[in-house]
């Protein structure tokens, strides 16, 4: 126990702190924005766990299928994005360059 958090909770904290502030810090390429907020995903799903043990199964699977799925969109947005100008650089996003 490190201040009332277990292990996995001090962990899950730092996934989810260090994937925000990754996701915040870069600001080139798409696919880097979606992998950080896949390790922020990894620590909610984290938090639940050690937070909530008596109904962690249910949502455990309810919260790791709405991963799936936020993964399985932006990868799709992805690729269409990058089969329509090219490339995956955050700075095509801009309404200017239409």
């Known amino acids: 126990m490190v201040g009332g958090l277990s292990?996995?909770?001090?962990?899950s904290c730092t996934f989810f702190i260090g994937g925000w502030l990754s996701f915040g810090s870069q600001f080139k390429h798409v696919l880097s924005g979606?992998?950080?907020?896949?390790v922020v995903l990894v620590g909610v799903?984290?938090?639940?766990c050690s937070s909530?043990?008596?109904f962690s199964g249910f949502l455990f699977f309810y919260i790791l299928g709405l991963g799936v799925c936020e993964s399985?969109?932006?990868l799709s947005l992805?690729?269409?994005y990058a089969r329509s100008y090219g490339n995956d650089l955050f700075k095509g996003l801009d309404a200017q360059g239409c």
């Open 45 to 48: 799903l984290g938090a639940v």
């Open 72 to 74: 399985a969109l932006g």
């Open 34 to 38: 979606l992998l950080c907020m896949e």
């Open 52 to 54: 909530i043990p008596t």
């Open 78 to 80: 992805l690729v269409i």
């Open 7 to 11: 292990l996995v909770g001090v962990f």
